[in-house]
Structure formats: C-alpha cells, structure tokens
C-alpha cells in the first residue's frame, strides 16, 4: 500500500486548505484511515479518522468544527479540509491507512502504512 498526502502550503490565519492523499495498492474502504500531524517539537497526534465503511468520523477536539475528513471511492482517496486555520495548526500531515481504536482515539496499526507529510504553514 502506498500513500501520497498533497495540498499542504502556507496560508494566513483564517484561511483554508484542503490535503489530499492518493492511496494505491489496496482500496479506501480496505482501511479505518486518518490524518496525523507533528509539529516541530510535538508527538505526533491524530487529528482525524474515518472508519472503513466510510459511515463514521472522528476529529480531535483542537480541530472539531473546522476540519472535515472524507474519502473518494471512486478516486481512491483520503481528503482533509482545513478551515479556520490559525498558527498552532501548523505542522507535517500525514495520512496513514489501518488505524485502530483505543480507548478515546486512534492509534497507527504496528502493521498500517504512512505516506510522505506535507507541510502546512499557518502564519498570523
């Protein structure tokens, strides 16, 4: 399985962006899939997650109500949109496919699969 995250760039506080990633090798629907971030001397943490069937989200509460994650069967791919950003949203996104649930969040499988970040740069 391989995974591509796109969109990120730099944007002024208040502004949008919308992250992409393309996923090959196995389906969307084969995966719980998030989106991760870290930011420089953060953990990383997840800020979002949909279950494989596609029927139910899950967002972090520093980012509930202002990002949306979605996928694209057809396309075979992930979408975060990102509104309202503002500087503690900057950081290295990554998507990553076979999340599992724990507790209160998401965790990355020992056996899931990342793809490159891309940067997203809020500035004030």
């Known amino acids: 399985v391989q995974l591509q995250a796109s969109g990120g760039g730099l944007v002024q506080a208040g502004g949008s962006l919308r992250l992409s990633c393309a996923v090959s090798g196995r389906t969307v629907s084969s995966y719980h899939m998030g989106w991760f971030r870290q930011a420089p001397g953060k953990e990383r943490e997840v800020v979002g997650a949909i279950t494989s069937s596609g029927g139910a989200t899950w967002y972090a509460d520093s980012v509930k109500g202002r990002f949306t994650i979605s996928r694209d069967v057809a396309k075979n791919a992930l979408y975060l949109q990102m509104n309202n950003l503002n500087p503690e949203d900057t950081a290295v996104y990554y998507c990553?496919?076979?999340?599992?649930?724990?507790?209160?969040?998401?965790?990355?499988?020992?056996?899931?699969?990342w793809g490159p970040g891309t940067q997203v740069t809020v500035s004030s």
């Open positions: 990553a496919a076979d999340l599992r649930w724990r507790s209160t969040t998401w965790y990355p499988s020992p056996e899931g699969y």
